[in-house]
């Protein structure tokens, strides 16, 4: 190739680059604004779905906020958290990690409210993730700009769940290393835990803390509340019997939960070890001190969360209802 030619290619590759920064657009294929021109409504109506849901079911906002970590985190953010159970594959939402997640029925009311304007345009997978963007500001926290343009997946993944998804049970280490193979440095682990500041924890995930004997490592001030709610030793999976993540401001995403962490009140295993694994804690006493630094690392871990190997382009496909695929759909 002669030299002149050489140049040209290299001139083209560098305004291409370009182009794609300038559009916003990442290595992933996803860009901000992806909706411009083909529904430009789509994130006002996800907006207000959001806010509507909110007024009437508060715990929306949780489920959201949720979504996002149980879709994103397992192989791709590409909405097979949302699909049911079919003769031959079980859902990711029925397995065990999916425990206590709900709500799922009205990401189908927002679906539906966008299809309205635009049917067949915007997939499920931006719908999750832009209805956690909003829930996430519901609960008091930042807005995080987020890339759109995800197409949806067409199967479960629900037999990779456990090799994928950080468990509250596993070693910090083992928690640390899923989040790093997703791009998730140290510190933006220790903010996206601080989802625990909101919602609540089931005493299913607790007992082995409290049962037969209480762990040494909780703060015995905070005990006595503890076996109040989870007062069964094998508590019934389907009663309401939990403990609220953050007493004190259990509805409002905020750095409260690294004080409570510190302060021996966490009530998951993970929680317990972030706060005094050496790796980790230096985050945690930050945080505990700003929560601007908190919501700084919060936003920048969910927008990487979010561009986890996304489908784009003419992957997948653009589902007509949420909880199921296409052809299956269409050949009921």
Not at 197 to 226: F, I, Q, W
Request: proline content about 5%; hydrophobic content about 35%; overall charge neutral.
């Amino acid at each position: 190739m002669a030299p002149s030619s050489s140049c040209l290619c290299l001139f083209l590759l560098v305004v291409c680059v370009l182009s794609a920064v300038g559009n916003g657009e990442s290595s992933s294929g996803l860009m901000m604004d992806f909706y411009k021109e083909s529904c430009p409504q789509a994130e006002d109506i996800i907006r207000e779905q959001v806010k509507l849901l909110y007024k009437r079911h508060k715990n929306t906002a949780f489920s959201w906020l949720r979504n996002i970590f149980h879709d994103c985190a397992v192989q791709s953010c590409d909405a097979s958290l949302l699909l049911d159970s079919t003769r031959k594959t079980l859902s990711e939402k029925e397995t065990d990690r999916s425990f206590g997640m709900r709500n799922f029925r009205y990401l189908e009311d927002i679906k539906d409210a966008v299809e309205r304007e635009c049917p067949g345009v915007v997939s499920c997978a931006d719908i999750l993730v832009l209805s956690g963007r909003d829930g996430i500001v519901a609960l008091g926290g930042p807005f995080i700009p987020l890339k759109t343009g995800r197409r949806d997946g067409k199967k479960s993944r629900s037999t990779v769940v456990e090799q994928y998804l950080p468990d509250h049970n596993e070693s910090i280490s083992s928690v640390l290393d899923k989040f790093a193979a997703m791009g998730i440095d140290a510190a933006g682990v220790v903010a996206l835990l601080g989802s625990h500041s909101v919602g609540r924890t089931h005493c299913v995930k607790l007992v082995h803390r409290l049962y037969p004997e209480v762990d040494p490592a909780l703060n015995p001030d905070h005990v006595p509340h503890m076996l109040k709610k989870c007062y069964d030793p094998i508590p019934d999976p389907k009663a309401v019997q939990y403990v609220r993540n953050d007493r004190g401001t259990p509805m409002i995403l905020d750095n409260n939960y690294y004080r409570n962490i510190l302060d021996n009140k966490g009530l998951l295993m993970v929680d317990h070890e972030l706060a005094h694994d050496p790796r980790t804690r230096p985050y945690v006493k930050k945080m505990a001190k700003s929560q601007e630094y908190f919501f700084q690392h919060f936003g920048r871990a969910i927008a990487l969360l979010s561009e986890n190997n996304p489908l784009t382009g003419d992957q997948g496909e653009i589902r007509r209802h949420c909880n199921v695929a296409n052809k299956n759909h269409y050949e009921e």
